[in-house]
């Protein structure tokens, strides 16, 4: 249930104009992933940066990053199934319909996600298995797999990466109950004997309630062998690493709204001086059960992002860091182990700006970004649109984007990040038609 950032995402996407920008140059009649061919139309947004990161599995190498925090998560859940390899192709109906996403959901923009054809697309969300593995009987399970999302280039923001989900199912009966009960007393009493400090909200609110057909009691011990479980994740996670050595690790639950969940969380962790969010989980909706034609049960599930949390624990300064396959960067982790990244170089930045008139098909934020991705690759660290304004005769738009060419793994010559700059702004020219000013 790949709940992290979403609520960032949602407001960001509402803000932007969600109608998909098509290309003016001609697409071609295939795409290729993992093997196979695929028919494109005028859906087909998927970029040849993005077709080369499908299939790399990053989590699934035992001495990576993500790869060393998804083994420490999955040995926290003993006796979960834990899954990878997933085929991140799915139809819209798995990433969004089967999970009761609304029709005008931003997310199903071609502004948001990758779409291979009208038919099919990248899963934008671990959840888009949810339904499929439920449906297998699995009782306790964890989900590992690499997602993709159009989104700005900034230093915490990468259109792929990799989320990891967990669910657990009990009985919407006396034996359930009986279950949840002994749980939450074990949870309940690991917790009271560790160094660790919750801020906790109610488990079921108006602002927050159960859902209608679950029994009050059941609902109330589902929620709260959730909180029980995650806080002894966190535990796991960030004890001992979080601050001053001898103080307690501080976690805080806030209320929060997904479309597949009821009640509805957030999780933060107060990691060396400031509160973060780690992750978001809630009580699965009663239809993604009904779905999977699991009946008599009920579920809670978590997702969480990779990334996120492996770059607080291993002080990993730039998203780009995780797809080097510099030696300078591999070697410093060890399977097992959680340890400090060393930075082994800062290359100086090399600014570039862009500033064009908008043709009639106009432009959105991460069409820019995808193209500038697909020209220059892992060479920019970050974009930022720095002036935007309509000409007040001609009624005409124009943006300028000031892009940072700079290298994690080497330094860039000025004459090195004119040429790709001038490839962006002849890409720009060809595809959207603008007017350089």
């Keep these: 249930m790949c709940i992290t950032l979403c609520c960032t995402r949602l407001h960001r996407s509402i803000l932007r104009n969600v109608h998909s920008r ?12 993992l093997g196979q061919q695929y028919p494109t139309d005028s859906t087909s947004n998927v970029t040849s940066a993005i077709i080369d990161k499908v299939g790399r599995n990053l989590y699934m190498n035992p001495s990576h990053p993500l790869g ?13 199934n834990s899954m990878t390899g997933l085929s991140p192709i799915v139809t819209p109906a798995k990433n969004f319909d089967d999970l009761g996403f609304p029709a005008d959901h931003p997310g199903r923009a071609a502004t948001d996600s990758y779409y291979i054809n009208r038919d099919l697309m990248l899963r934008t969300h671990t959840s888009a298995h949810e339904v499929e593995v439920f449906a297998r ?19 915490s923001h990468y259109p792929v990466f990799h989320q990891m989900e967990g669910a657990r199912v009990f009985s919407a009966d006396a034996n359930g109950q009986a279950e949840l009960e002994e749980d939450n007393a074990r949870l309940a009493h690991h917790l009271e004997r560790s160094n660790i400090v919750i801020e ?7 602002s927050n309630p159960r859902q209608d057909m679950h029994d009050p009691v059941l609902a109330e011990l589902v929620a709260h062998n959730l909180k029980l479980s995650l806080n002894s994740l966190m535990l796991t996670l960030f004890g001992g690493r979080a601050g001053v050595e001898g103080e307690p690790l501080r976690v805080r639950w806030i209320e929060a709204y997904f479309p597949f969940t009821t009640p509805s969380y957030e999780v933060e962790v107060f990691f060396r001086g400031k509160w973060l969010e780690i992750l978001g989980c809630g009580v699965v909706q009663q239809l993604t059960l009904d779905r999977a034609q699991v009946p008599n049960s009920i579920s809670w599930a978590f997702g969480l992002g990779l990334e996120r949390i492996a770059m607080i624990l291993f002080s990993i300064p730039d998203i780009r860091l995780f797809w080097s396959q510099d030696p300078r960067f591999l070697s410093q982790f060890t399977t097992g182990k959680i340890s400090t990244f060393k930075p082994y170089s800062k290359y100086p930045a090399c600014y570039k700006d ?27 660290q970050d974009v930022v649109l720095i002036d935007s304004f309509i000409h007040p005769k001609t009624n005409r738009s124009s943006r300028c984007y000031r892009i940072n060419y700079c290298s994690m793994d ?10 790709t700059h001038a490839q962006v702004i002849s890409t720009l020219k060809d595809k959207f038609g603008v007017e350089i000013r």
């Design 22 to 33: 098509r290309f003016l140059s001609t697409l071609p009649g295939t795409v290729s992933l």
């Design 354 to 380: 862009v500033s064009f008139w908008l043709a009639e098909i106009g432009l959105h934020d991460n069409d820019f970004c995808d193209l500038v991705r697909d020209v220059a690759g892992d060479l920019v």
């Design 200 to 206: 906790d909200v109610p488990h079921i609110t108006a």
């Design 137 to 155: 009987r699995e009782r306790q399970w964890l989900l590992s797999a690499d997602v993709y999302r159009r989104d700005e280039i900034d230093a």
């Design 410 to 419: 080497r330094s860039l010559s000025n004459e090195e990040a004119n040429a």
């Design 68 to 80: 060393i925090l998804q083994t420490l998560i999955s040995s926290h859940y003993h006796g979960f």
